[in-house]
């Protein structure tokens, strides 16, 4: 029982920073921009958080440190694809190699370094019930955030008519530029919310996850996060399914090797990645009626005035 | 500055709204020029011109999509600086968009929200969207996504939309344009009924006949600047034609004693599933076209053009090969490429990203249709000078103009591209060509010339098949005419006896029906 | 203020060739402040970058020798790129090129296998490089995966499969349990051009793949289907070219440019097979491949110039204790001008001085 209670809150730790940058991706390319850089913002949240956390001794200047990271690395982004018009695939890789690069520089300074890792909520009594106690109310913040972040996009997208916008942006940026929305203005809003999503995924990496800073740390998990929005459809609540599953087999191919079943442990760690070709197959697959991606993802959009 | 209207319903009074010397340049390209206008209440005022003559670079101003470079406009005799059509919308001014302003993946009732700025809560902008389209006659189901809706459909979601604002004046551009003939009947009753409220309407359309019908002032654009303006009413379809041309419109003839001789392209019962959620399913299409002879296709867009387009022409493929027969060769099963070595000719509606690859040369061009049949291509290799002397060719008999010899397809004018894309595969002696809207946004001195090269090619023994809907287009140049509605194809009949009220019902899909009940078409 | 693009009727041919230039002066510029801020004397430090590896036929040499595998990579990668699919797994197909190379030298390390060996081992890389290549593109053209995720996911994955064969089967027992294959023998290796030097066959290879796909792009129909798929896909599908096979046919190429270039690597300047042994080549093939236009000569000049950074970097870090990733920051930094000075191909720049109410959202 302790062993499975430990699973889940593993896997809840391992989903969470998937969690985090999908849902903020989802939203970026419901306003019909696809931003690959998801890695290269995650990688950057993970240092500059890591940094701040160090340099400050907390945890939560830690996190805002990412989400800036993050942030400010969007806006290269936004410059580069809304500004000039540049092709969003191309930009979102350079972004990615940007962010290796930079968040290596930044991180050199701290690598070997150890900071005390985000503390777990603890309700007296709630907390203490066996087995739910701790699963339900014994979590870092950064996992109710997760959370609280899915369910108040949702909210935004379906419920309000400024995600009305964003999706109409998302559909068709014609049409929307013709009724007199500023969809340049949009995206970048979008955008920059992806971004501040996935500089804060980053930093839960060394801030909650593990309480160091390597590089490269994020290990694909901003692809992984990609492949995540996919599957989900473009819909919240189906993010918060596929990232458990991802988190899930994350934690299953570390406890098979701990197990020792005699099985290379390279094969194991290859896991999570064949697990999200195989997803994106079969999701693709389910879908040959036709595509529920935002009809203007990844394309270019110059107003003419 | 006043113009003096010529109708003189409004002696004394300020028009609603005026525009004075309003211009825009785009940089040295001036695409209005000066221009002053004067739209009163309760009227209904035609924008005349061809295309390029600045019609839409007008209303987008008005609407406050784009900001003039200089001039100005005034609401009810006060200056007037929009900002966005939000303000332009907050006025009263409403647009209802040719290419329609809508989102396919969204509901009706999200589409017009998305149009009204937010101010009423969801459920109550619900009901009021009801009434309004109620008490106007245009009924929705404001639940049901945009790509489910026909293209009337759609119209009246921008229509509503539109009137929900409560607007003092509309703008229409080429509202008809999509309509069959009896639905452009209803709208013509709304749009009295709209004037007869008090309200101005801008309307914009190159249908003569319609605007001499409806309209009170007309107003005539030709290269940015302001022709005229006038009363249609005291005016023929020819003067104003003359006077949005500039000039006599040189009429198509056929050449006398066109014989038609054996059947060039035949479709037997073509069947095929659409690859395209969106897309229509064509059924049960039969038609046979023999050399010498140019059938049309009429029909509203989207009930099946495109689909029959690429089932022609191979870029989809059926697979019974003897379901179309081209020149006495089974070709249901072959490519594109196939069909074109068996001579079939192809020009699509699309002239940039179907017809052309639009920052590709023309040789390029020239090379993507005839890399399959004509030499351009040994061993694999390119031959350029080949290329380039399809341009030369096309350039001399279709009197392309452009600006250097070689250029990029997207730089040339709609009507020059046309004439290129048509010369391309004419030049290329096709026994069958399959031509799609063949004057679909060209101005008029282009359009005579792409349809006297589809009668010419006619005469010399080719089968033309001519997809539009254009019906005066149709008229002038087909033999016999058949109607498209939702994948079905009507009988043809011989385009003398095919008036505009039997090709409505068609278009409309009413009787159809009848004849579909006892499932009889043949060929 | 407002950044407002206006579309130019024709591409501007003068800006495709300057465009790359002025990315790398905006480049230089932004790394002179880089240099200051980390408080290296910039003048120094981008002597030591761009100058001094320069001068030198060793590292004259050993420019040429980095930039061979990314020449021949990026070219591959630029097919891809023209047809509009995004191949972003070259990296995985350099290493699983690399270590399906390497099964020859391995199974025949110690016996007198004959001359053959090297000729069977560049087929294998690049028969390995282009199947797995086929992965994404399989994925990509039978059930619509997209083939961004799927050859990035497959580059992880081939990174993990080396480090297996090096750490286990294939791992030298005189290797004082070091993960990595026994030397190979001189059958197995690349002969160098100049003995004693650096430069080895490979160098040519490349060239020889420039002259292929500049002749194949520039003359044959084969070249412009790929160009016409990716610049306008419905009227590629008028013109009766099959997207799909295009697809496939980029991937296959590309993949398997990208083995080859892998086992070249390994059985010339590295000699035997060993983790990270790359120093990211098929990613920094892509900055490559944009840098050059994606024209296979530019991409020639492109890969000389990112090698040279390669080569700079290491001599900055010996000399001046500049960290290695300034090298990476550098690659990235140039790729984000070059693609913004692309843009200047299409569009003209111009700012605007609004009166005092504007909506529309320009950035």
């Known amino acids: 029982m302790a062993l499975f209670e430990a699973i889940i809150l593993s896997v809840l730790a391992a989903s969470t920073p998937l969690l985090i940058a999908a849902i903020g991706e989802l939203v970026t390319e419901r306003a019909g921009v696809l931003n690959l850089g998801v890695e290269g913002m995650m990688i950057m949240g993970a240092a500059c958080g890591f940094g701040g956390a160090w340099l400050s001794g907390s945890v939560i200047v830690g996190a805002l440190c990412g989400i800036v990271a993050g942030t400010l690395m969007s806006l290269i982004f936004a410059l580069m694809t809304l500004g000039l018009a540049v092709n969003q695939v191309a930009t979102g890789l350079a972004l990615t190699i940007l962010g290796i690069g930079l968040s290596g520089l930044i991180g050199a300074g701290f690598v070997g370094e150890r900071i005390t890792p985000a503390p777990h909520l603890y309700i007296p009594g709630l907390t203490d019930i066996p087995f739910a106690g701790r699963i339900l109310f014994g979590e870092d913040g950064f996992i109710y955030l997760s959370l609280a972040l899915v369910i108040g996009v949702w909210l935004f997208l379906y419920r309000t008519q400024a995600g009305l916008i964003l999706r109409a942006a998302g559909d068709n940026h014609v049409s929307a530029h013709a009724l007199g929305y500023p969809v340049l203005r949009i995206r970048m809003f979008a955008v920059m919310f992806g971004g501040a999503c996935a500089g804060l995924a980053g930093a839960y990496l060394p801030l909650a996850y593990t309480p160091f800073f390597i590089p490269g740390m994020t290990a694909g998990r901003g692809w992984i996060a990609l492949a995540l929005v996919v599957f989900a459809s473009w819909r919240p609540g189906r993010l918060v399914i596929g990232a458990y599953l991802f988190g899930a087999v994350t934690i299953l191919q570390l406890h098979t090797q701990a197990l020792g079943l005699g099985i290379p442990s390279q094969f194991m760690s290859a896991l999570p990645y064949l697990a999200t070709v195989i997803v994106l197959v079969l999701i693709s697959r389910a879908r040959t009626g036709g595509s529920t991606a935002p009809a203007a993802l990844g394309t270019v959009f110059v107003p003419d005035r | 500055m006043l113009d003096p209207t010529p109708t003189g319903l409004h002696s004394g009074g300020t028009p609603l709204l005026q525009t004075v010397g309003l211009t825009k340049r785009y940089g040295n390209f001036l695409a209005n020029e000066a221009i002053d206008i004067d739209i009163w209440p309760q009227q209904i005022h035609a924008l005349l011109g061809e295309n390029g003559a600045g019609k839409s670079t007008l209303v987008k101003t008005i609407y406050g999509l784009i900001q003039p470079s200089e001039g100005e406009m005034r609401w009810q005799g006060e200056k007037m600086v929009l900002s966005g059509p939000s303000e332009a919308r907050a006025r009263g001014i409403g647009m209802v968009f040719q290419h329609f302003s809508l989102f396919d993946n969204l509901t009706v009732a999200e589409n017009v929200a998305l149009g009204l700025d937010g101010k009423e809560s969801f459920k109550d902008m619900s009901a009021r969207l009801e009434e309004v389209s109620n008490v106007y006659g245009l009924p929705l189901d404001p639940k049901r996504e945009v790509w489910q809706l026909s293209v009337g459909e759609r119209q009246r979601i921008e229509i509503v939309r539109v009137l929900m604002q409560n607007p003092k004046f509309l703008i229409l551009d080429e509202p008809t344009a999509v309509l069959t003939p009896q639905e452009a009947d209803q709208l013509f009753i709304v749009l009295d009924r709209l004037k007869a409220e008090g309200r101005a309407i801008l309307y914009i359309s190159h249908k003569l006949e319609e605007v001499k019908r409806l309209c009170d002032t007309a107003t005539i654009l030709r290269g940015g600047k302001k022709v005229s303006t006038c009363n249609p009413q005291q005016e023929t379809a020819a003067s104003l034609a003359r006077m949005m041309v500039g000039a006599d419109i040189k009429e198509v003839k056929a050449a006398a004693g066109r014989k038609t001789t054996v059947p060039r392209l035949v479709v037997n019962d073509l069947n095929m599933e659409p690859d395209d959620p969106h897309g229509v399913r064509l059924a049960n299409i039969s038609l046979e076209l023999k050399g010498g002879e140019i059938l049309g296709i009429a029909g509203v867009a989207g009930n099946g053009q495109d689909e029959l387009f690429a089932a022609l022409s191979g870029e989809r493929q059926c697979p019974d090969p003897g379901t179309i027969v081209i020149d006495g060769h089974a070709a249901g099963h072959l490519s594109i490429t196939l069909r074109r070595k068996l001579g079939a000719a192809f020009v699509p509606e699309e002239r940039l990203g179907h017809g052309t690859a639009p920052r590709m040369k023309l040789s390029e061009n020239a090379l993507l249709t005839g890399h399959a049949a004509s030499g351009m291509v040994q061993h694999g290799f390119v031959n350029t000078a080949a290329t380039l002397s399809t341009v030369d060719r096309a350039t001399e008999t279709f009197d392309v103009r452009k600006a250097k010899r070689d250029p990029e397809a997207a730089s040339l004018s709609g009507g020059n591209l046309q004439k290129f894309i048509v010369g391309r595969e004419i030049l290329r002696n096709p026994a069958v060509l399959v031509v799609s809207q063949p004057t679909w946004g060209v101005d008029a001195g282009a359009a005579a010339v792409i349809r006297q090269a589809l009668l010419d090619l006619a005469a010399s023994g080719a089968a033309v098949l001519v997809t539009s809907q254009d019906l005066d287009e149709l008229a002038e140049i087909t033999d016999r005419i058949a109607v498209m509605f939702h994948g079905h194809l009507s009988q043809p009949m011989a385009t003398a006896e095919a008036t505009r009220e039997k090709l409505g019902l068609l278009m409309g899909g009413s009787s159809l029906e009848q004849k579909e009940a006892p499932h009889a078409v043949s060929a | ?363």
Request: net charge positive; aromatic share 10%; hydrophobic share 55%.
């Open chain 3, 1 to 363: 203020m407002q950044l407002v693009l206006e579309k130019r009727a024709e591409r501007s041919n003068t800006i495709a060739l300057i465009s790359p230039l002025i990315a790398i002066g905006l480049t230089i510029v932004t790394m002179t402040i880089l240099f200051a801020i980390l408080g290296k004397n910039p003048i120094l430090a981008l002597h030591a970058y761009f100058i001094a590896p320069l001068s030198d036929s060793y590292s004259l040499q050993e420019i040429a020798v980095k930039a061979t595998p990314l020449v021949m990579i990026a070219v591959g990668l630029s097919l891809c790129y023209l047809a509009n699919v995004w191949n972003i797994g070259a990296e995985g197909q350099f290493l699983i090129g690399a270590v399906a190379g390497s099964w020859l030298p391995v199974v025949t390390h110690g016996t007198d296998a004959g001359y053959w060996v090297l000729p069977a081992m560049l087929v294998c890389g690049t028969v390995a490089g282009a199947l797995y290549a086929l992965i994404p593109a399989i994925c990509k053209v039978k059930f619509g995966a997209s083939e961004i995720l799927t050859s990035l996911m497959l580059v992880y994955v081939a990174d993990l499969f080396l480090d297996y064969m090096v750490r286990g089967p294939w791992r030298d027992p005189n290797g004082f349990n070091f993960p990595t294959t026994a030397e190979f023998d001189p059958v197995a290796t690349v002969p160098l051009l100049v003995s004693g030097g650096r430069l080895h066959l490979g160098a040519i290879i490349a060239l020889l793949v420039v002259a292929a796909v500049a002749v194949m792009l520039g003359r044959t129909i084969k070249g412009f289907e790929i160009r016409v798929v990716g610049a306008a896909p419905r009227a590629a599908r008028f013109g009766g070219f099959n997207s799909n096979q295009l697809i496939l046919l980029t991937f296959a190429i590309s993949g398997g440019l990208a083995g080859l270039a892998g086992i070249i690597e390994v059985a010339g300047p590295v000699g035997h097979l060993q983790p990270g042994f790359s120093p990211g080549y098929g990613f920094t093939a892509i900055i490559v491949a944009f840098l050059g236009r994606l024209n296979p000569v530019g991409i020639l000049i492109a890969g000389l110039f990112l090698a040279l950074t390669f080569i700079g970097g290491e001599q900055a870090q010996i000399a001046m204790k500049i960290p290695l990733d300034v090298t990476k920051v550098f690659q990235g930094i140039l790729l984000f001008y070059v693609l913004a000075c692309d843009s200047l191909i299409l569009y003209r720049f111009r700012l605007i001085f609004p009166s005092p109410k504007v909506s529309s959202g320009a950035v």
